[in-house]
């Protein structure tokens, strides 16, 4: 048995007004295929165009680990040189990660190879970020912090995307005080005698190609495993429902205080007790 999951809808490019009409309106995934195609980055960007002006530049790496009291918000597992990273990416897999790497401050100059498209919908300029992956390396299911529009482009190689929508909370083993599920389901091939409700969600899935970009609505759900060695640059905009603008502040302000309190106060107890308390919530909606 798989997750129940349709195909993300494909276009080759888009209008501002077909975007806004037939996927941002509803709120709805949308992979197109060719909207950059005159970018400079979409010819030039691979790794080793970034080892070339980036090689120098210390970067923080991520990996797959449990969650840890002791770990800070967005703290970094170990740190590399990117030379030396891409040439491990390229040598062997590897579950270190690079994310929300901010190239206007890292590498100013990569701004030049990119403009910030006209979508319909204002852009946050100051927060293009970058994230690398080597093959299988994977992100946990989660949802970003601001609940923001997201415009996911790749370059090299490929990367397997699954989505779900805030509507099917309930089947995920969420976490609470956090923007994640269960560390321990492999959404890749999911257990569902271990994870029985998994089988109620309906999401989406697609694999993400060169030069593709992903839209991911307000507070999707997001897993997202690299096929290939490869990299991509996210670009968002605030969230515009007010339910979704009211949380992504809640998350930023209180949440998130709420969470490094308890982690400083209880420790690995209150880890536990999140991970726990992920199964009794969901045995709970679904009995």
Do not use: C
Not at 18 to 41: L, S
Not at 186 to 214: C, M, R, S
Not at 230 to 253: C, D, E, Q, T, W
Request: proline content about 6%.
């Amino acid at each position: 048995m798989t997750l129940n999951l349709q195909d993300i809808p494909r276009v080759k490019t888009i209008t501002k007004e077909e975007f806004i009409t037939h996927y941002f309106k509803p709120q709805k995934p949308v992979v197109i295929e060719h909207f950059i195609d005159d970018w400079p980055a979409y010819s030039k960007w691979n790794l080793e165009y970034i080892k070339s002006v980036a090689g120098d530049k210390t970067v923080p790496l991520y990996d797959d680990r449990p969650v840890n009291h002791k770990d800070g918000f967005n703290e970094p597992h170990s740190k590399m040189k990117m030379a030396d990273y891409i040439d491990l990416l390229k040598r062997e897999p590897t579950k270190y990660r690079i994310f929300l790497w901010n190239i206007l401050k890292e590498v100013p100059q990569l701004q030049n190879d990119f403009t910030f498209p006209d979508f319909g919908i204002r852009l946050m300029k100051k927060l293009p970020m970058l994230f690398f992956g080597g093959t299988d390396s994977y992100t946990f299911m989660h949802y970003d912090i601001d609940l923001a529009n997201i415009f996911h482009f790749h370059f090299e190689g490929k990367k397997e995307i699954i989505l779900f929508d805030q509507k099917q909370n309930k089947f995920l083993y969420k976490v609470p005080y956090a923007l994640i599920t269960r560390e321990d389901i492999d959404f890749h091939n999911p257990d569902f005698k271990q994870w029985p409700a998994l089988k109620k969600a309906n999401g989406y899935k697609t694999i993400l190609n060169h030069g593709e970009v992903l839209y991911m609505p307000e507070g999707y759900w997001h897993y997202m495993r690299y096929i290939t060695p490869g990299f991509s640059m996210s670009l968002r905009a605030i969230a515009r429902h007010p339910k979704n603008l009211s949380r992504a502040i809640y998350n930023v302000f209180i949440m998130r205080n709420i969470d490094n309190v308890m982690r400083k106060i209880k420790g690995q107890k209150w880890i536990d007790w999140k991970n726990k308390n992920a199964i009794t919530r969901t045995s709970k909606y679904n009995s």
